[in-house]
């Protein structure tokens, strides 16, 4: 505690890091409190439905990652899944279209291009999906609609607060980004899954020790313990590394006499992070976008399975999903041939293994070898929240036994604490932790 207390003091002192975390605090403030403003014309009295409907499947994910905005037909509603979906499309067409090839090889300005491109298909996206958010909703607690408002009006005016409402979270992320403590989209969905944690918690509890037959406290208690268990899994995978040696020949530059010694690549097991399971994830609420939210429970057959997150198709095709994206992103993120380039410019060599292109080979090897482990392992943890369903954990709190927010929330949490960490050993200040340096997801 007393080291504790002595950090925080440290964090504090620091000037730079002190304005980040207040700017950050006040722009998660922001959100949150947007998540509260309702849709002008809708009585907040008689959203009981709409509440009911986001209390399981996908739909509930869909209120976990707005932070609740889903179903307070906030102004916030849609969250920031509509920019990561436009970003999934553009990445594929990255490695499909000429042209975006073109753009990411011009530097930053192909970058401002391509995320240009992004933002447009952001809002396309929100043009189609804030009128079936509206539709589910009209569908679901019409009373909660002003019966004096013209429908239609109604529809465009929304539409366009949705949109609006989705692109100020975006503002707010890279403003996180730039001027906070960085990740700023992670950043904006961990608030909104931490703020369903309590509530799910407590939901959870009572209905252990309410329930006959639930298994009371000691089962709250085993469940809490297998939660810390899955939260260490996590935590080793996003740290997880394959630390391949290399050794830098002697030379002379001017006076002096400089390499000669042995430093080690530290090539991660998940290189790609929790970016496969956001992308799985978005594209496995096209299914439901597609339908229309409100037609979810008529849904059958292929549908239907798609549609409902604990179901065998549903995990099946949301695992191989996750798979795929893994080495999908661990190619784009790993360059092997600039890796090896670099190592060869600097003088550099793997023992044993030829410099250039036999390193370049090396060096890929090693990637697909510790990626498909480490892409099984992501995909088993995602999937774990519906054994916890099987099981009778409140679906509240059994999306915190894996998946997106498990995934999002330790990798976030460790990314934030290892740049606060770099604020303070750059200021030498002792670390966070004394054992150790804490390891992010983008630790390299």
């Given at each position: 505690?007393?080291?504790?207390?002595?950090?925080?003091?440290?964090?504090?002192?620091?000037?730079?890091l002190r304005k980040r975390i207040l700017?950050?605090?006040?722009?998660?403030?922001?959100?949150?409190?947007?998540?509260?403003?309702?849709?002008?014309?809708?009585?907040?009295?008689?959203?009981?439905?709409?509440?009911?409907?986001?209390?399981?499947?996908?739909?509930?994910?869909?209120?976990?990652?707005?932070?609740?905005?889903?179903?307070?037909?906030?102004?916030?509603?849609?969250?920031?899944?509509?920019?990561?979906?436009?970003?999934?499309?553009?990445?594929?067409?990255?490695?499909?279209?000429?042209?975006?090839?073109?753009?990411?090889?011009?530097?930053?300005?192909?970058?401002?291009?391509?995320?240009?491109?992004?933002?447009?298909?952001?809002?396309?996206?929100?043009?189609?999906?804030?009128?079936?958010?509206?539709?589910?909703?009209?569908?679901?607690?019409?009373?909660?609609?002003?019966?004096?408002?013209?429908?239609?009006?109604?529809?465009?005016?929304?539409?366009?607060?949705?949109?609006?409402?989705?692109?100020?979270?975006?503002?707010?992320?890279?403003?996180?980004?730039?001027?906070?403590?960085?990740?700023?989209?992670?950043?904006?969905?961990?608030?909104?899954?931490?703020?369903?944690?309590?509530?799910?918690?407590?939901?959870?509890?009572?209905?252990?020790?309410?329930?006959?037959?639930?298994?009371?406290?000691?089962?709250?208690?085993?469940?809490?313990?297998?939660?810390?268990?899955?939260?260490?899994?996590?935590?080793?995978?996003?740290?997880?590394?394959?630390?391949?040696?290399?050794?830098?020949?002697?030379?002379?530059?001017?006076?002096?006499?400089?390499?000669?010694?042995?430093?080690?690549?530290?090539?991660?097991?998940?290189?790609?992070?929790?970016?496969?399971?956001?992308?799985?994830?978005?594209?496995?609420?096209?299914?439901?976008?597609?339908?229309?939210?409100?037609?979810?429970?008529?849904?059958?057959?292929?549908?239907?399975?798609?549609?409902?997150?604990?179901?065998?198709?549903?995990?099946?095709?949301?695992?191989?999903?996750?798979?795929?994206?893994?080495?999908?992103?661990?190619?784009?993120?790993?360059?092997?041939?600039?890796?090896?380039?670099?190592?060869?410019?600097?003088?550099?060599?793997?023992?044993?293994?030829?410099?250039?292109?036999?390193?370049?080979?090396?060096?890929?090897?090693?990637?697909?070898?510790?990626?498909?482990?480490?892409?099984?392992?992501?995909?088993?943890?995602?999937?774990?929240?519906?054994?916890?369903?099987?099981?009778?954990?409140?679906?509240?709190?059994?999306?915190?036994?894996?998946?997106?927010?498990l995934l999002i929330l330790v990798g976030?949490?460790?990314?934030?604490?290892?740049?606060?960490?770099?604020?303070?050993?750059?200021?030498?200040?002792?670390?966070?932790?004394?054992?150790?340096?804490?390891?992010?997801?983008?630790?390299?």
């Amino acid at each position: 505690m007393r080291k504790f207390i002595e950090t925080l003091k440290n964090i504090w002192k620091i000037e730079d890091l002190r304005k980040r975390i207040l700017i950050t605090i006040l722009f998660v403030a922001i959100y949150r409190f947007g998540s509260f403003v309702v849709l002008p014309g809708i009585d907040t009295q008689q959203l009981s439905n709409l509440a009911s409907q986001t209390s399981g499947g996908l739909m509930a994910l869909l209120d976990m990652f707005s932070g609740g905005a889903f179903s307070n037909a906030s102004i916030f509603a849609l969250g920031i899944m509509p920019y990561i979906s436009a970003s999934i499309v553009i990445q594929l067409l990255a490695i499909a279209v000429p042209y975006f090839q073109k753009l990411q090889r011009e530097g930053e300005s192909g970058r401002r291009k391509i995320n240009q491109y992004t933002r447009y298909l952001t809002i396309a996206i929100l043009l189609f999906q804030a009128p079936s958010y509206l539709l589910n909703l009209k569908y679901q607690a019409g009373s909660a609609i002003n019966p004096s408002l013209n429908w239609s009006l109604f529809i465009i005016t929304s539409t366009i607060i949705l949109a609006a409402g989705s692109m100020f979270i975006l503002w707010l992320g890279e403003r996180i980004t730039d001027k906070g403590v960085g990740n700023g989209i992670s950043f904006i969905i961990l608030i909104g899954i931490i703020a369903r944690l309590p509530q799910a918690l407590a939901q959870e509890f009572i209905s252990r020790i309410t329930s006959p037959g639930a298994g009371g406290i000691v089962m709250g208690l085993l469940e809490i313990v297998f939660l810390v268990l899955v939260i260490a899994a996590a935590i080793l995978l996003v740290q997880g590394v394959r630390k391949v040696p290399v050794q830098y020949a002697k030379r002379v530059v001017g006076n002096k006499t400089v390499g000669g010694a042995r430093q080690y690549i530290p090539l991660k097991v998940n290189a790609a992070n929790v970016m496969p399971i956001i992308f799985a994830q978005a594209i496995m609420f096209i299914p439901i976008t597609l339908v229309g939210f409100s037609n979810t429970a008529s849904a059958t057959g292929l549908v239907r399975a798609l549609v409902d997150h604990t179901s065998f198709g549903y995990n099946i095709v949301f695992a191989l999903l996750i798979i795929l994206f893994t080495y999908f992103y661990t190619a784009i993120t790993i360059n092997p041939t600039q890796m090896a380039e670099d190592m060869k410019r600097n003088n550099g060599f793997i023992p044993g293994i030829k410099p250039g292109k036999n390193t370049a080979e090396y060096i890929d090897t090693i990637m697909s070898r510790i990626t498909l482990p480490g892409s099984f392992f992501l995909a088993i943890i995602a999937v774990l929240p519906a054994f916890a369903g099987v099981f009778g954990v409140q679906q509240g709190f059994a999306a915190f036994f894996g998946g997106t927010s498990l995934l999002i929330l330790v990798g976030v949490v460790l990314d934030t604490l290892q740049q606060v960490e770099s604020h303070l050993i750059m200021r030498h200040y002792d670390g966070l932790l004394s054992s150790g340096r804490i390891k992010g997801r983008a630790s390299y």
